[in-house]
């Protein structure tokens, strides 16, 4: 090979920097101007050109990124989250209870957490009229249950994910009913192939959740939870509009991390060994929570004051 095409070569890989769309458009005019400024006989780039090239394709891909937490479709998935949530639990807990008829417990023999469940449940409901007021109520539930969380788990930090997987769905509702149309909306984009998504989902987490005595070996209980998040996530995808589901299973992620944890100690049946769930976990939660409300309210404001020009005009 000669100079000229071993220096086209490792310059079209410095493009492999820039995402896929970019190379498609403009990777034949940079390939041409990168060899007409490049010295005859050259065979590699100068630190200099890498630098710019990676500078430049990390740059677009940020660019990529930012357009696509700024998508208008936000508000929709943040409507579509306000439902799933407490869809997924109160199918959950439902599976639980019927269990405990079955076996003549009742109520008694249902999760500590019948309380959070129905926390995350009401503030949708409220929603269909007061959508400030259940934000508000939801963000209330989302501190009083935290507060024992943090409060409880003493200086060695630890405490129980399915809790937390509880608290950060409260705060998801809270952002969701904030922030986006609401319950209202959900109810227009959502189908019954929809519903019987999130209802076979909960089903499933209240079968695996059930009295029985689980002792499946750690890396067989990761792949089935991986493998039901992933069968999960892509049947969800396939029944909603084409821009929601990333940004919905983003918003859905924020509890499913905790809670996924606890499934995988449960059906390992070691669970106050494996469940040592620590305050740090939380902070990619918190961090993503921060960031979906900060993306779903910039939309919402630019689409406030679209509105105002749209009128005069």
Request: a positive charge; charged letters at 15%.
């Amino acid at each position: 090979m000669n100079g000229e095409g071993a220096l086209e070569r490792r310059f079209r890989r410095l493009l492999a920097w820039y995402p896929a769309e970019h190379r498609r458009t403009y990777a034949e005019e940079m390939i041409g101007v990168l060899l007409a400024s490049a010295p005859s006989g050259r065979k590699r780039p100068s630190p200099a050109e890498a630098l710019d090239l990676i500078g430049g394709g990390l740059q677009a891909r940020l660019r990529r990124l930012g357009t696509w937490f700024a998508d208008p479709s936000w508000p929709d998935a943040l409507a579509v989250g306000s439902v799933a949530l407490p869809v997924i639990v109160l199918t959950s807990l439902a599976v639980n209870y019927l269990q405990g008829v079955v076996t003549w417990y009742g109520l008694a023999g249902l999760s500590d957490f019948y309380l959070p469940a129905l926390a995350i449940a009401l503030p949708p409901l409220l929603a269909l009229r007061y959508r400030p007021a259940a934000a508000i109520a939801a963000l209330v539930a989302a501190g009083w249950f935290t507060f024992p969380l943090v409060k409880y788990s003493g200086l060695s930090g630890y405490f129980d994910p399915l809790e937390a997987g509880y608290c950060a769905a409260l705060l998801v509702e809270a952002i969701a009913l904030a922030v986006s149309p609401g319950p209202r909306r959900a109810l227009v984009i959502m189908g019954w192939r929809t519903w019987l998504v999130l209802c076979t989902a909960g089903a499933a987490l209240g079968f695996a959740s059930l009295c029985y005595h689980w002792a499946l070996p750690t890396w067989l209980a990761a792949l089935l939870v991986i493998a039901f998040l992933s069968a999960v996530a892509t049947w969800l995808a396939a029944t909603l509009p084409r821009q929601v589901p990333s940004r919905l299973l983003l918003v859905l992620a924020i509890p499913a991390g905790p809670a996924a944890v606890w499934t995988v100690g449960y059906l390992t049946g070691t669970y106050a060994a494996f469940l040592s769930y620590t305050l740090p976990y939380l902070a990619p939660d918190l961090l993503l929570a921060c960031l979906v409300a900060a993306m779903a309210w910039k939309v919402r404001r630019r689409e406030a004051t679209k509105l105002p020009d749209k009128l005069a005009g």
